[in-house]
């Protein structure tokens, strides 16, 4: 089956615009998780979405927010941009009902952000 | 809060040589634990897993057991190739915390033919 998809893959915004990210995830998979990979703070966890709802949330500022669509496809939008979010957010989906954590969850490729 | 800590990068390796990545982790109660491989370009793809204390995950060559007297998931490899030349994050998911990973920082392993 097709794995998780995002796009678009590589973007280019300046400082102060606002972006918006989008998830497919794999079918079937009711939870999706964004995350932020940047050289200096690594992996950090921004948020999760089941069945529309936020499940989670990982310490960002307000500028960073998601939803999730009832076809499970989740969007992630970052307002007034700064340098600093320049990244790879990647966005990844499992079954979203497990609670011994043994489900994996599957990444997409990501998409790469520059803020000029 | 709960954290994972990796050895430092990057690792230079020949080929067949044989692979650790320390991993150690701090978490209450009983987390998930994982290695995730990153190859250039891509996003991240699952190496292996274990859920519980003295489970072992194993794939493509790779193993790795959960100690949790040590509080640690040690990646191996016997003999590594060009190909397995990437980066590599171990990560723990806590109990019940869904989609959430906290990943290490990650450690890049290139082999030299």
């Known amino acids: 089956k097709a794995g998780v998809t995002q796009t678009p893959r590589y973007l280019i915004k300046t400082r102060g615009q606002q972006v918006t990210l989008s998830c497919s995830p794999i079918?079937?998979?009711?939870?999706v998780s964004w995350y932020q990979q940047t050289p200096g703070q690594g992996l950090q966890f921004l948020f999760e979405?089941?069945?529309?709802?936020?499940?989670n949330k990982g310490n960002f500022p307000g500028r960073f927010s998601g939803r999730q669509f009832s076809n499970s496809r989740s969007e992630m939008n970052v307002s007034t941009l700064e340098l600093g979010d320049s990244a790879l957010y990647l966005c990844?989906?499992?079954?979203?009902?497990?609670?011994?954590?043994?489900?994996?969850?599957?990444f997409g490729a990501g998409s790469r952000l520059t803020v000029l | 809060g709960d954290s994972v800590t990796q050895m430092e990068g990057p690792v230079t390796l020949s080929e067949e040589a044989f692979l650790t990545i320390n991993c150690t982790y701090t978490?209450?109660?009983?987390?998930?634990l994982f290695w995730y491989v990153q190859y250039p370009g891509e996003g991240l793809q699952l190496l292996l897993k274990a859920t519980k204390a003295d489970d072992k995950g194993s794939n493509k060559g790779f193993e790795a057991t959960y100690r949790k007297e040590t509080t640690s998931f040690h990646l191996e490899k016997g003999s590594v190739q060009v190909s397995d030349s990437a980066v590599y994050f171990c990560a723990l998911r806590g109990y019940n915390q869904g989609g959430k990973l906290i990943f290490g920082q990650g450690t890049e392993l290139s082999v030299k033919p």
């Open positions: 079918s079937g998979h009711r939870s």
């Open positions: 978490a209450t109660g009983y987390p998930s």
């Open positions: 990844a989906s499992w079954s979203g009902r497990d609670r011994s954590g043994a489900n994996v969850l599957t």
């Open positions: 979405y089941f069945s529309e709802t936020q499940r």
